[in-house]
Structures are given as structure tokens and as C-alpha cells.
């Protein structure tokens, strides 16, 4: 459950924000050395309450983002193939890249927005490279890809507790547990609305937990 005084809005830091690029881009990128030191509270660089969004942050971050999409242009991964022979229809490649990015099923305004955005790049004569180029800076620079976002209820009465819905369920299991963002199969089970069993939980837990990459776990507590 959320406790409604608790911040709604967390930053990833810079382990995160890495880990989250190179799963949805399969690219690997320095960012550490672009970002600002993550601020700590009680010893730890993940608490809400500490963190601020400075210019200093966003500086860093839109420096980050384009050695990202410039690592994309040269490597040639799957996004920008997708984009490439699937130019005209733009949805095709944007619906899955958004629903990785924003750890949420994709909303049509959402989709519609960043689809517009390539179209008319397009129009006004800009190459695709170019425009693939935005359409991508624009979703690594959204707050649903920056940072986890849990939304309070404004019906809800005041003082009162929200449950985590499943997609906020499979963010806080894998970035607690591997500092990225939800696979595959937690994914599903958030798209299947199953994920906030109790037994679906913890059988979540044992797999995580015998995967390598819960190797973040010790190196970021």
C-alpha cells in the first residue's frame, strides 16, 4: 500500500537510470560520469524526500540522453532497425518501446503525441535518423521513464492508504531487487493484473532472486 504522506515521484539514480537504458535500448552507456552525485538520506541515494530537480540534474541528464541516442545511431539495435523499416507506421515500433520505457501499458494520448512528433518531423523534411532521434530523446527525458511515479488518489479520503496497483508492484520489486526496470515476465503478470497476489509476489521474488542480475542488490545497498 502507499502511505499518502510518502513522496509520489522517486528519481532513478544513476545505477538505475543506466540499467533501465541499457535493458531498453541494449546499449551501454557511461552515464555516471554525465550525471550529478545522487543525493542520500539515511545513507541511501533512493529517498524521495532528498531529491531535488535541479538545473544541475537536468543538465546532466540531457547530456546523458544524447551520448544515448548517439551510442543507438551507431550500434544500429532494435530500435532503430524497427524504425527504419517501419517508418510509415509509426505505432508499430512506438507502442512497445513506450510500454518498456514507462513500465505501464501506453495511453493513447501518450502514443499519439510522440507518433505526431515523428510525422511531422517528416513532413517539415527532416530525415528519419533525425526523427527517430527526437521521438527517442523525448521518451528518455520523460518523467514516466526518469523516474517512478505513483499517482495518489484525489477521491480518496483524507489520511487513507492507496493500494500499489500491479505495474507500481513490478517497479519497486525490480528496482529494489535488480536497480532496473521490470523484465519480461513481470511485465505480463502486471499486463495480466495478477501481479498483486500474494503468491504471485513471492514466486516473483524466488526467480528474481536466483538470477544474476540480483548481483545489483549487494552492490547497491
Do not use: K, Y
Amino acid at each position: 500500500a502507499v502511505d499518502p504522506t510518502a513522496p509520489v515521484l522517486r528519481q532513478l539514480n544513476r545505477v538505475q537510470f543506466g540499467s533501465a537504458v541499457r535493458d531498453l535500448l541494449s546499449v551501454d552507456v557511461d552515464v555516471a560520469r554525465l550525471l550529478p552525485e545522487d543525493p542520500s538520506g539515511e545513507g541511501f541515494d533512493v529517498v524521495g524526500d532528498v531529491q531535488t530537480i535541479s538545473p544541475l540534474w537536468i543538465e546532466g541528464h540531457v547530456e546523458a540522453v544524447d551520448a544515448i541516442v548517439d551510442a543507438v545511431a551507431r550500434g544500429g539495435d532494435r530500435f532503430a532497425t524497427a524504425v527504419a523499416s517501419c517508418d510509415e507506421d509509426v505505432e508499430v515500433w512506438l507502442r512497445p518501446l513506450l510500454r518498456t520505457a514507462f513500465r505501464r501499458p501506453v495511453e493513447a494520448d501518450v502514443l499519439a503525441t510522440r507518433a505526431t512528433l515523428f510525422r511531422s518531423l517528416i513532413a517539415d523534411g527532416r530525415s528519419i535518423a533525425i526523427a527517430r532521434r527526437r521521438v527517442l530523446q523525448s521518451v528518455l527525458l520523460s518523467p514516466f521513464f526518469l523516474c517512478r511515479i505513483e499517482a495518489d488518489d484525489p477521491d480518496a479520503p483524507e489520511g487513507s492508504i492507496r493500494a500499489l496497483d500491479d505495474f507500481e508492484i513490478a517497479s519497486r520489486l525490480s528496482f529494489f531487487l535488480w536497480s532496473t526496470s521490470p523484465d519480461e515476465e513481470l511485465a505480463r503478470c502486471a499486463d495480466q493484473g495478477v501481479l498483486h497476489e500474494t503468491d504471485r509476489i513471492r514466486a516473483q521474488v524466488r526467480r528474481m532472486l536466483v538470477d544474476p542480475r540480483i548481483r545489483a542488490l549487494s552492490d547497491e545497498f
